[in-house]
């Protein structure tokens, strides 16, 4: 369970050099980041307010905020409306493999929870169709959902699949990952088209990934094929890049 406690260590800045050439923030956020690195702060620990920080180690609001602030830039810390400064419980590095994002969360040895925002059957508009392969107007099982990792939003994803899988449901959807359920379905999915980009987040995306606005996202565009080659399932991804990357190993030819 995370450690939601606030805290700050006093012991870990009590020596700081006030007159020497380097920065105070500077000082104060390297010591912040090695007490997380080595867990004397732990993940989920909330810290208490600039102010008060500032108030204890006799430094300026301004100065906190920016050591902080680099803290936060380095993906250790997030800040959450009406919770505050707080220990991520850990990045998510995700391979660039034919994997799912529930599945990458479970391997990581974190609580994944989905909550299901929306769940019908729609026709098929010009471009999903063309990402399926089916004729537009074709109906399809549209989900958007998000996704948390140990309380903490980490994406929203909308996925488009063919009529013969609409009879997912969203119970179904709230305990499994999808590419969990299309297996129990007999459904092997062997290879993907997918797009890796970044983005500024837009309409109600901010409020649900728990993220200021104008906040800038990585998003993922995949098409999924089964062993037929038939075009399973399509969909289009947005992700905090406080809380997840992608990685991959290139290999010189």
């Not at 959902?145 to 939003?153: F, M, N, Q, V, Y």
């Amino acid at each position: 369970m995370p450690n939601d406690e606030t805290v700050w260590p006093d012991e870990l800045f009590h020596d700081l050099d006030r007159a020497g050439p380097v920065p105070l923030y500077f000082q104060v956020s390297r010591r912040l980041e090695a007490a997380i690195q080595s867990g004397r702060i732990p993940p989920g620990a909330r810290l208490e307010n600039e102010i008060e920080i500032g108030r204890r180690l006799g430094l300026s609001r301004p100065t906190i905020r920016r050591a902080i602030q680099e803290v936060v830039d380095k993906g250790l810390l997030v800040r959450r409306r009406g919770i505050g400064t707080q220990v991520v419980q850990g990045q998510v590095t995700r391979q660039v493999e034919l994997t799912s994002l529930f599945e990458d969360l479970k391997n990581a040895q974190h609580t994944p929870t989905t909550q299901v925002l929306v769940h019908d059957v729609r026709p098929a508009a010009d471009d999903v169709a063309e990402h399926l392969g089916v004729l537009v107007g074709s109906p399809l099982l549209y989900l958007r959902r998000l996704r948390s990792t140990d309380g903490i939003p980490v994406a929203l994803m909308e996925n488009f699949l063919p009529e013969e899988l609409t009879d997912i449901t969203r119970e179904q959807l709230e305990a499994q990952g999808l590419y969990q359920i299309l297996r129990s379905r007999g459904v092997t999915i062997r290879v993907a088209k997918q797009r890796i980009g970044a983005r500024v987040e837009h309409g109600d995306e901010a409020q649900l990934l728990d993220v200021d606005r104008g906040s800038p996202l990585l998003t993922m565009q995949r098409t999924a094929y089964d062993a037929a080659g038939r075009a399973i399932e399509y969909g289009v991804h947005c992700y905090r890049p406080d809380m997840y990357s992608f990685e991959t190993t290139l290999v010189a030819k």
